[in-house]
Protein backbone atom coordinates (compact mmCIF):
# COMPACT_ATOMS: atom_id res chain seq x y z
CA UNK A 1 0.00 0.00 0.00
CA UNK A 2 2.67 2.34 1.18
CA UNK A 3 4.70 1.93 -2.39
CA UNK A 4 1.87 2.38 -4.62
CA UNK A 5 0.58 5.75 -2.32
CA UNK A 6 4.24 6.72 -3.01
CA UNK A 7 4.78 5.70 -6.59
CA UNK A 8 1.01 8.09 -7.14
CA UNK A 9 3.15 10.78 -5.21
CA UNK A 10 6.07 10.94 -7.46
CA UNK A 11 3.83 10.43 -10.61
CA UNK A 12 1.90 13.40 -9.57
CA UNK A 13 4.67 15.82 -9.12
CA UNK A 14 6.37 14.60 -12.04
CA UNK A 15 3.53 16.03 -14.23
CA UNK A 16 3.55 19.03 -11.81
CA UNK A 17 7.37 19.68 -12.48
CA UNK A 18 6.53 19.55 -16.61
CA UNK A 19 7.95 22.80 -18.00
CA UNK A 20 8.08 24.07 -14.43
CA UNK A 21 11.23 26.35 -13.65
CA UNK A 22 11.00 26.17 -10.23
CA UNK A 23 8.64 24.76 -7.22
CA UNK A 24 9.17 26.34 -3.80
CA UNK A 25 7.59 24.13 -1.26
CA UNK A 26 8.02 21.18 -3.08
CA UNK A 27 8.42 18.86 0.84
CA UNK A 28 4.93 20.46 2.35
CA UNK A 29 3.58 19.74 -1.42
CA UNK A 30 4.30 15.99 -1.30
CA UNK A 31 2.90 16.22 2.15
CA UNK A 32 -0.03 16.90 0.43
CA UNK A 33 -0.41 14.98 -2.30
CA UNK A 34 0.43 12.00 -0.14
CA UNK A 35 -2.57 13.02 2.02
CA UNK A 36 -5.33 13.79 -1.05
CA UNK A 37 -3.77 10.02 -2.31
CA UNK A 38 -4.66 8.44 0.75
CA UNK A 39 -7.86 9.86 0.58
CA UNK A 40 -7.73 13.48 1.74
CA UNK A 41 -9.23 16.40 0.46
CA UNK A 42 -8.18 17.51 -3.13
CA UNK A 43 -5.58 20.02 -2.87
CA UNK A 44 -6.97 24.03 -3.64
CA UNK A 45 -4.86 24.69 -6.74
CA UNK A 46 -4.98 29.23 -8.00
CA UNK A 47 -4.16 30.92 -11.04
CA UNK A 48 -4.78 34.56 -10.55
CA UNK A 49 -5.68 36.78 -13.91
CA UNK A 50 -5.73 40.29 -14.09
CA UNK A 51 -8.12 41.20 -17.04
CA UNK A 52 -6.32 44.24 -17.97
CA UNK A 53 -6.31 43.75 -21.84
CA UNK A 54 -9.35 41.66 -23.56
CA UNK A 55 -7.77 39.10 -24.66
CA UNK A 56 -5.43 36.38 -23.15
CA UNK A 57 -2.02 35.17 -25.67
CA UNK A 58 -0.18 32.25 -25.86
CA UNK A 59 2.13 33.39 -22.51
CA UNK A 60 -1.29 32.87 -20.59
CA UNK A 61 -1.58 29.61 -21.67
CA UNK A 62 1.18 27.61 -20.31
CA UNK A 63 -0.04 28.17 -17.01
CA UNK A 64 -3.85 27.61 -17.48
CA UNK A 65 -2.37 24.28 -19.36
CA UNK A 66 -0.87 23.66 -15.96
CA UNK A 67 -4.11 23.74 -13.70
CA UNK A 68 -5.79 21.91 -16.46
CA UNK A 69 -3.06 19.55 -15.33
CA UNK A 70 -4.36 19.37 -11.23
CA UNK A 71 -7.52 19.14 -12.52
CA UNK A 72 -7.13 16.38 -14.10
CA UNK A 73 -5.18 15.04 -11.46
CA UNK A 74 -8.06 15.14 -9.40
CA UNK A 75 -7.65 18.42 -7.72
CA UNK A 76 -9.68 21.59 -7.54
CA UNK A 77 -8.73 24.24 -10.19
CA UNK A 78 -9.42 27.21 -8.86
CA UNK A 79 -9.46 30.29 -11.43
CA UNK A 80 -9.37 33.78 -10.24
CA UNK A 81 -10.43 36.91 -12.23
CA UNK A 82 -8.72 40.03 -10.77
CA UNK A 83 -10.87 42.33 -11.30
CA UNK A 84 -10.01 44.43 -8.04
CA UNK A 85 -5.97 43.78 -8.80
CA UNK A 86 -6.63 44.97 -12.35
CA UNK A 87 -7.64 48.31 -11.06
CA UNK A 88 -4.41 48.66 -9.28
CA UNK A 89 -2.16 47.23 -12.10
CA UNK A 90 0.75 44.88 -11.31
CA UNK A 91 4.20 46.18 -10.79
CA UNK A 92 5.95 42.83 -12.00
CA UNK A 93 8.43 43.87 -14.52
CA UNK A 94 7.52 47.45 -14.85
CA UNK A 95 9.62 49.93 -15.35
CA UNK A 96 7.24 52.86 -14.42
CA UNK A 97 3.63 53.07 -12.96
CA UNK A 98 1.20 51.22 -14.65
CA UNK A 99 -1.94 52.94 -15.73
CA UNK A 100 -5.10 52.61 -13.58
CA UNK A 101 -8.00 50.90 -15.10
CA UNK A 102 -11.47 52.10 -14.75
CA UNK A 103 -14.09 49.40 -13.52
CA UNK A 104 -16.07 49.61 -16.53
CA UNK A 105 -12.87 49.01 -18.72
CA UNK A 106 -11.95 45.77 -16.08
CA UNK A 107 -15.49 44.49 -15.96
CA UNK A 108 -15.89 44.04 -20.29
CA UNK A 109 -12.54 42.55 -20.36
CA UNK A 110 -13.56 40.08 -17.71
CA UNK A 111 -16.55 39.13 -19.76
CA UNK A 112 -14.21 37.30 -22.31
CA UNK A 113 -11.71 35.73 -20.54
CA UNK A 114 -13.43 32.40 -19.48
CA UNK A 115 -14.84 31.85 -22.80
CA UNK A 116 -11.13 31.66 -23.71
CA UNK A 117 -9.55 29.85 -20.86
CA UNK A 118 -12.29 27.36 -21.42
CA UNK A 119 -10.65 26.37 -24.66
CA UNK A 120 -8.18 24.82 -22.20
CA UNK A 121 -9.85 24.17 -19.10
CA UNK A 122 -13.15 22.46 -17.96
CA UNK A 123 -14.30 25.48 -16.41
CA UNK A 124 -17.30 23.62 -15.46
CA UNK A 125 -15.51 21.97 -13.02
CA UNK A 126 -13.73 24.67 -11.70
CA UNK A 127 -14.00 27.26 -8.94
CA UNK A 128 -14.24 30.44 -10.76
CA UNK A 129 -14.05 33.41 -8.40
CA UNK A 130 -13.24 37.42 -8.49
CA UNK A 131 -11.65 39.30 -6.23
CA UNK A 132 -13.63 42.25 -5.46
CA UNK A 133 -15.95 39.73 -3.87
CA UNK A 134 -13.99 40.15 -0.04
CA UNK A 135 -11.50 43.37 -1.18
CA UNK A 136 -14.32 45.38 -2.00
CA UNK A 137 -16.37 45.25 1.32
CA UNK A 138 -12.82 44.77 3.40
CA UNK A 139 -12.90 47.44 6.00
CA UNK A 140 -9.75 49.71 6.45
CA UNK A 141 -8.42 48.28 9.62
CA UNK A 142 -8.66 45.31 8.09
CA UNK A 143 -6.70 46.42 5.12
CA UNK A 144 -4.22 47.78 7.56
CA UNK A 145 -3.83 44.93 9.71
CA UNK A 146 -2.87 42.85 6.30
CA UNK A 147 -0.04 45.31 5.58
CA UNK A 148 1.20 44.90 8.69
CA UNK A 149 2.81 41.43 7.97
CA UNK A 150 5.42 42.83 5.94
CA UNK A 151 7.72 45.56 6.10
CA UNK A 152 8.72 48.44 3.34
CA UNK A 153 12.55 47.03 3.42
CA UNK A 154 11.50 43.63 2.29
CA UNK A 155 9.12 45.08 -0.36
CA UNK A 156 12.49 46.81 -1.55
CA UNK A 157 14.31 43.82 -2.16
CA UNK A 158 11.80 43.36 -5.05
CA UNK A 159 14.44 43.42 -8.43
CA UNK A 160 11.81 45.60 -10.41
CA UNK A 161 11.53 47.93 -7.14
CA UNK A 162 15.05 47.91 -6.39
CA UNK A 163 16.22 49.04 -9.87
CA UNK A 164 13.27 51.36 -10.49
CA UNK A 165 14.35 53.65 -6.50
CA UNK A 166 18.27 52.88 -7.97
CA UNK A 167 16.97 54.58 -11.00
CA UNK A 168 15.41 57.79 -9.56
CA UNK A 169 12.15 56.50 -11.08
CA UNK A 170 8.87 57.02 -9.03
CA UNK A 171 7.31 54.45 -7.49
CA UNK A 172 3.42 54.79 -6.40
CA UNK A 173 2.13 53.59 -2.83
CA UNK A 174 -0.27 51.97 -4.37
CA UNK A 175 2.02 49.49 -6.50
CA UNK A 176 2.86 48.63 -2.95
CA UNK A 177 -0.16 47.30 -2.08
CA UNK A 178 -0.35 44.95 -4.88
CA UNK A 179 1.11 42.20 -3.54
CA UNK A 180 -0.87 42.68 -0.52
CA UNK A 181 -4.00 41.92 -2.48
CA UNK A 182 -2.50 38.91 -4.38
CA UNK A 183 -1.28 37.35 -0.91
CA UNK A 184 -4.69 37.96 0.37
CA UNK A 185 -6.18 36.42 -2.32
CA UNK A 186 -4.62 33.25 -1.29
CA UNK A 187 -5.73 33.04 2.41
CA UNK A 188 -9.37 33.54 1.61
CA UNK A 189 -9.30 30.85 -0.87
CA UNK A 190 -7.28 28.66 1.42
CA UNK A 191 -4.76 27.48 -1.53
CA UNK A 192 -2.70 25.16 -1.32
CA UNK A 193 -0.61 26.02 -4.31
CA UNK A 194 -0.34 28.83 -6.76
CA UNK A 195 0.42 29.01 -10.51
CA UNK A 196 2.25 31.91 -12.20
CA UNK A 197 5.00 33.17 -14.51
CA UNK A 198 8.81 33.25 -13.18
CA UNK A 199 8.22 37.23 -13.19
CA UNK A 200 5.25 36.78 -10.41
CA UNK A 201 8.01 35.15 -7.70
CA UNK A 202 7.94 37.73 -5.20
CA UNK A 203 4.32 37.83 -5.11
CA UNK A 204 3.76 34.32 -4.86
CA UNK A 205 6.37 34.24 -1.99
CA UNK A 206 5.00 36.56 -0.19
CA UNK A 207 1.95 34.75 0.38
CA UNK A 208 3.28 31.95 1.82
CA UNK A 209 4.48 34.29 4.83
CA UNK A 210 0.89 35.82 4.79
CA UNK A 211 -0.84 32.63 4.86
CA UNK A 212 1.53 32.13 8.04
CA UNK A 213 0.61 35.33 9.90
CA UNK A 214 -3.28 34.11 9.30
CA UNK A 215 -2.16 30.83 10.81
CA UNK A 216 -2.79 28.97 7.25
CA UNK A 217 0.12 26.38 5.96
CA UNK A 218 1.69 28.36 3.28
CA UNK A 219 1.16 27.49 -0.38
CA UNK A 220 3.12 25.91 -2.57
CA UNK A 221 4.57 27.82 -5.66
CA UNK A 222 5.10 26.64 -9.33
CA UNK A 223 6.70 29.30 -11.04
CA UNK A 224 7.15 28.63 -15.39
CA UNK A 225 9.05 30.61 -17.60
CA UNK A 226 8.20 33.77 -19.39
CA UNK A 227 7.44 32.84 -23.05
CA UNK A 228 9.33 35.20 -25.30
CA UNK A 229 7.09 37.31 -27.83
CA UNK A 230 6.98 37.08 -31.50
CA UNK A 231 10.17 39.71 -31.47
CA UNK A 232 12.27 37.38 -29.86
CA UNK A 233 13.95 39.22 -27.45
CA UNK A 234 11.20 40.51 -24.95
CA UNK A 235 8.45 38.45 -22.81
CA UNK A 236 4.99 38.59 -24.89
CA UNK A 237 3.05 41.34 -24.03
CA UNK A 238 0.14 42.99 -26.18
CA UNK A 239 1.66 46.10 -25.02
CA UNK A 240 4.54 45.52 -27.06
CA UNK A 241 2.85 43.90 -30.07
CA UNK A 242 4.54 41.05 -30.09
CA UNK A 243 2.04 38.78 -29.11
CA UNK A 244 -0.05 35.94 -30.36
CA UNK A 245 -3.95 36.19 -28.99
CA UNK A 246 -5.47 33.14 -28.99
CA UNK A 247 -8.80 34.45 -29.78
CA UNK A 248 -6.51 36.28 -33.04
CA UNK A 249 -8.24 35.08 -36.48
CA UNK A 250 -6.96 31.90 -37.53
CA UNK A 251 -4.78 33.15 -40.70
CA UNK A 252 -3.43 35.27 -37.87
CA UNK A 253 -2.40 33.02 -35.05
CA UNK A 254 -0.73 30.53 -38.21
CA UNK A 255 1.14 33.53 -39.89
CA UNK A 256 2.69 34.98 -36.71
CA UNK A 257 3.81 31.57 -35.48
CA UNK A 258 5.24 30.86 -39.08
CA UNK A 259 6.78 34.51 -38.80
CA UNK A 260 8.88 33.11 -35.14
CA UNK A 261 12.88 32.55 -35.83
CA UNK A 262 13.59 29.11 -35.79
CA UNK A 263 15.50 29.70 -32.31
CA UNK A 264 12.67 31.33 -30.93
CA UNK A 265 10.06 28.61 -31.91
CA UNK A 266 11.75 26.07 -30.75
CA UNK A 267 11.08 27.98 -27.10
CA UNK A 268 7.83 27.94 -27.85
CA UNK A 269 7.89 24.24 -28.59
CA UNK A 270 9.53 23.52 -25.32
CA UNK A 271 7.39 25.95 -23.25
CA UNK A 272 3.42 25.19 -24.73
CA UNK A 273 3.92 21.46 -25.26
CA UNK A 274 4.71 20.75 -21.58
CA UNK A 275 2.67 17.14 -21.55
CA UNK A 276 1.37 17.66 -25.34
CA UNK A 277 2.77 17.16 -29.07
CA UNK A 278 5.29 14.13 -27.68
CA UNK A 279 5.07 12.93 -31.44
CA UNK A 280 6.75 16.05 -32.41
CA UNK A 281 9.62 15.60 -29.70
CA UNK A 282 12.55 13.55 -31.95
CA UNK A 283 12.22 16.57 -34.62
CA UNK A 284 12.49 19.22 -31.56
CA UNK A 285 15.52 17.04 -30.63
CA UNK A 286 17.23 17.06 -33.88
CA UNK A 287 16.71 20.69 -34.18
CA UNK A 288 18.67 21.45 -31.26
CA UNK A 289 21.38 19.21 -33.02
CA UNK A 290 21.58 21.64 -36.27
CA UNK A 291 19.42 18.43 -38.40
CA UNK A 292 15.91 18.09 -39.26
CA UNK A 293 13.94 20.88 -41.14
CA UNK A 294 13.01 23.91 -39.43
CA UNK A 295 10.41 24.88 -41.61
CA UNK A 296 8.50 21.94 -41.80
CA UNK A 297 8.80 21.80 -37.49
CA UNK A 298 7.21 25.11 -37.75
CA UNK A 299 4.43 24.85 -39.86
CA UNK A 300 3.51 21.33 -37.60
CA UNK A 301 3.56 24.01 -34.52
CA UNK A 302 1.77 26.67 -36.58
CA UNK A 303 -1.16 24.30 -37.33
CA UNK A 304 -1.40 22.25 -33.83
CA UNK A 305 -1.87 25.46 -32.15
CA UNK A 306 -4.71 26.78 -34.25
CA UNK A 307 -6.14 23.43 -33.58
CA UNK A 308 -5.87 23.70 -29.89
CA UNK A 309 -7.84 27.39 -29.81
CA UNK A 310 -9.94 27.11 -32.92
CA UNK A 311 -9.96 23.80 -34.26
CA UNK A 312 -8.56 21.39 -36.92
CA UNK A 313 -11.25 22.85 -39.82
CA UNK A 314 -9.32 26.12 -39.03
CA UNK A 315 -5.95 24.84 -38.55
CA UNK A 316 -6.39 23.42 -42.21
CA UNK A 317 -7.77 26.51 -43.96
CA UNK A 318 -5.19 28.48 -42.28
CA UNK A 319 -2.41 26.38 -43.37
CA UNK A 320 -4.06 26.80 -47.16
CA UNK A 321 -3.85 30.65 -47.00
CA UNK A 322 -0.73 30.65 -45.61
CA UNK A 323 0.71 28.60 -48.54
CA UNK A 324 -1.84 30.67 -51.16
CA UNK A 325 -1.36 34.39 -49.86
CA UNK A 326 2.66 34.08 -48.59
CA UNK A 327 4.47 31.14 -50.36
CA UNK A 328 2.77 31.91 -53.65
CA UNK A 329 1.88 35.35 -53.26
CA UNK A 330 -1.51 35.08 -53.94
CA UNK A 331 -4.79 37.36 -53.07
CA UNK A 332 -7.05 36.08 -50.19
CA UNK A 333 -10.27 34.74 -51.78
CA UNK A 334 -12.43 36.43 -49.31
CA UNK A 335 -10.85 39.66 -49.87
CA UNK A 336 -13.45 42.48 -50.20
CA UNK A 337 -13.60 45.22 -52.65
CA UNK A 338 -13.63 49.34 -50.95
CA UNK A 339 -15.03 51.96 -52.93
CA UNK A 340 -12.87 55.53 -52.59
CA UNK A 341 -14.23 58.57 -54.43
CA UNK A 342 -11.38 60.41 -56.15
CA UNK A 343 -11.15 64.27 -54.95
CA UNK A 344 -10.12 65.00 -58.58
CA UNK A 345 -10.18 63.39 -62.10
CA UNK A 346 -6.81 63.55 -61.89
CA UNK A 347 -6.29 60.74 -59.83
CA UNK A 348 -5.08 59.95 -56.50
CA UNK A 349 -1.49 59.54 -55.33
CA UNK A 350 0.34 55.60 -54.88
CA UNK A 351 1.52 56.33 -51.03
CA UNK A 352 -2.00 58.38 -50.40
CA UNK A 353 -3.93 55.29 -51.44
CA UNK A 354 -2.07 52.95 -49.31
CA UNK A 355 -2.26 55.20 -46.21
CA UNK A 356 -5.91 55.13 -46.86
CA UNK A 357 -6.47 52.22 -47.81
CA UNK A 358 -4.27 51.21 -44.46
CA UNK A 359 -1.65 49.34 -46.04
CA UNK A 360 0.76 50.94 -44.72
CA UNK A 361 1.18 52.99 -41.34
CA UNK A 362 2.41 56.19 -42.77
CA UNK A 363 3.80 57.52 -46.67
CA UNK A 364 7.10 57.76 -45.49
CA UNK A 365 6.72 53.55 -44.87
CA UNK A 366 4.93 52.99 -48.44
CA UNK A 367 7.66 55.05 -49.99
CA UNK A 368 10.22 52.65 -48.23
CA UNK A 369 8.11 49.56 -49.75
CA UNK A 370 8.20 51.06 -53.16
CA UNK A 371 12.18 51.52 -53.09
CA UNK A 372 12.42 48.08 -52.05
CA UNK A 373 10.03 47.04 -54.91
CA UNK A 374 7.23 45.55 -52.59
CA UNK A 375 4.36 47.29 -54.02
CA UNK A 376 2.34 45.65 -56.41
CA UNK A 377 -1.03 47.20 -58.76
CA UNK A 378 -2.67 44.50 -60.33
CA UNK A 379 0.50 41.98 -60.23
CA UNK A 380 2.84 44.48 -61.72
CA UNK A 381 5.56 46.20 -59.69
CA UNK A 382 5.70 49.81 -59.01
CA UNK A 383 8.57 51.18 -59.17
CA UNK A 384 7.83 55.19 -58.96
CA UNK A 385 6.33 56.62 -55.32
CA UNK A 386 4.84 59.16 -57.46
CA UNK A 387 2.86 57.23 -59.52
CA UNK A 388 -1.58 58.44 -59.55
CA UNK A 389 -3.96 55.61 -59.90
CA UNK A 390 -7.46 57.25 -61.89
CA UNK A 391 -10.87 55.87 -62.18
CA UNK A 392 -11.06 52.05 -62.42
CA UNK A 393 -10.52 48.91 -60.31
CA UNK A 394 -7.15 47.80 -58.43
CA UNK A 395 -5.41 45.05 -56.72
CA UNK A 396 -3.55 46.33 -54.22
CA UNK A 397 -0.05 44.81 -52.61
CA UNK A 398 1.94 46.23 -50.19
CA UNK A 399 4.62 43.67 -49.04
CA UNK A 400 4.44 39.70 -48.52
CA UNK A 401 0.58 39.17 -47.10
CA UNK A 402 -1.28 42.83 -46.82
CA UNK A 403 -3.56 42.84 -49.96
CA UNK A 404 -6.80 45.09 -50.84
CA UNK A 405 -9.10 45.53 -53.50
CA UNK A 406 -10.45 49.14 -54.69
CA UNK A 407 -12.47 50.76 -56.93
CA UNK A 408 -12.12 54.05 -57.34
CA UNK A 409 -14.59 56.47 -58.87
CA UNK A 410 -15.44 60.00 -59.93
CA UNK A 411 -18.23 62.11 -58.79
CA UNK A 412 -19.11 65.54 -57.88
CA UNK A 413 -21.25 64.52 -55.18
CA UNK A 414 -19.71 64.10 -51.68
CA UNK A 415 -19.23 60.42 -51.03
CA UNK A 416 -21.85 58.15 -49.20
CA UNK A 417 -21.56 57.60 -45.79
CA UNK A 418 -19.52 54.73 -44.87
CA UNK A 419 -17.84 54.32 -48.25
CA UNK A 420 -14.28 54.55 -46.67
CA UNK A 421 -14.62 51.62 -43.48
CA UNK A 422 -11.86 49.85 -42.76
CA UNK A 423 -9.48 48.09 -45.64
CA UNK A 424 -9.07 44.18 -46.64
CA UNK A 425 -6.19 42.65 -44.80
CA UNK A 426 -4.91 39.28 -45.37
Known sequence: MGGRLEREVERQLGRIREGAEELLGEEELRARLRQAADGGPPLRVKLGVDPSTPDLHLGHTIVVQKLRVFQELGHVAIFLIGDFTARIGDPSGRKKTRPALDAATVRCNAETYLEQVGRILDVERAEVRFNAEWMAPLPAQDFIRLCSHYTVARLLERDDFQQRFAAGEPISVHEFLYPFVQAYDSVVLRA???????????????????????????????????????????????????????????????????????????????????????????????????????????????????????????????????????????????????????????????????????????????????????????????????????????????????????????????????????????
Not at 322 to 336: I, M, T, Y
Open 192 to 426: DVELGGSDQRFNLLMAREVQRAYEQPPQAVVLHPLLVGTDGREKMSKSLGNDIGINELPEEVYGKTMRLSDETMLGYYDLLSAGLWKDLRAARVALGRGQGDPFAFKQQMARRIVERFHGSEAAERAEAHFRRVVRQGEAPEDLPERELVLGEPAGIGLLELLERLELVESRSAGRRLVSQGAVLVDGERVAEPTRRLGAGRYLIRAGRRRYARVRLVTRRSSPRRGAEGPGGRS
